[in-house]
């Protein structure tokens, strides 16, 4: 059973909130969680945005209905805009609650992700895509980075 990455954020944000206590962080530390938070709700609204306008699902539960391969937008960059965008807004969260510890229920989110969501959502898309995905994934990275020379 996988549990879907929205519910695993507000999890992690309840975790920082645990771990981290009242929040401590100043104006400076506001302004910057701010900054990042914006960002990420922006990479990750224009990953959605992409899916929605090549007509393909979003839900992450199930990867294997997805229709078409969606490569533009923020996918240039990432493979998964939304999970980036999410952790995006946990560092966000740590860092307007101004205490390091409040970073691990980010970094947590991130290797589960890593390691039991994003696997089986790439195995179904080899199935419904083949050599175009492994081509797509040999040239973008998993979580961000320049596009790499090897793709078509």
Avoid: C, K
């Amino acid at each position: 059973m996988h549990v879907p990455p929205p519910v695993l954020v507000l999890g992690a944000l309840a975790g920082q909130r645990v771990l981290a206590g009242e929040r401590r962080g100043g104006a400076v530390m506001a302004g910057l969680a701010a900054a990042t938070a914006g960002a990420a709700v922006v990479v990750a609204a224009a990953g959605s945005r992409e899916f929605y306008r090549h007509g393909t699902t979003v839900d992450p539960v199930h990867p294997d209905r997805a229709s078409t391969l969606v490569t533009s937008g923020p996918f240039r960059f990432t493979r998964n805009p939304m999970y980036l965008g999410m952790t995006g807004l946990l560092v966000a969260h740590a860092v307007w609650r101004g205490r390091p510890v409040a970073v691990l229920p980010a970094a947590a989110f991130v290797v589960y992700l890593d390691r039991f969501q994003i696997p089986p959502e790439e195995e179904a898309l080899t199935a419904n895509f083949g050599e175009d995905y492994d081509d797509y994934r040999s040239s973008v990275p998993r979580w961000l980075g320049p596009p790499s020379q090897r793709r078509r």
